[in-house]
């Protein structure tokens, strides 16, 4: 007995899953996060007379950064729904690196392990 293939009906025309419009927001707002705090921030405040390298002036840097990834994403509730202890220590762990490789990057003088022992 021979058995047909079913029949299988192709859309008219070809789908992406991805959303061009969708894609275009989140890189905007990528680039905004990096952007605003990491150049925007220290120079106004270094056009106000402040040392960008000095330890306020990089505070205010991070926390304008956790700021604008952060304050969106409390309001839209996506932190609540992070249950996983696992990705809340990736995310602490990043955030260390990160924040430890911008200060000593502006502060190479006090990296431990390049002082001399005297």
């Not at 330890?55 to 840097?61: E, F, G, P, T, Y």
């Not at 969106?72 to 990705?87: E, H, I, K, W, Y």
């Amino acid at each position: 007995m021979w058995c047909a293939a079913p029949k299988v009906h192709r859309a008219t025309r070809l789908r992406s899953d991805v959303d061009p419009v969708q894609t275009l927001i989140v890189l905007a707002a990528m680039i905004i996060a990096v952007i605003v705090p990491f150049v925007v921030v220290p120079e106004i405040l270094e056009r106000k007379g402040f040392n960008p390298r000095s330890a306020s002036v990089r505070c205010l840097v991070w926390i304008s950064f956790l700021l604008i990834v952060f304050a969106p994403a409390a309001a839209s509730g996506f932190l609540f729904t992070v249950r996983n202890v696992a990705d809340w220590a990736y995310l602490g762990v990043g955030l260390l690196v990160a924040i430890l490789y911008d200060y000593y990057r502006l502060n190479p003088e006090k990296v431990p392990w390049s002082r001399r022992c005297i």
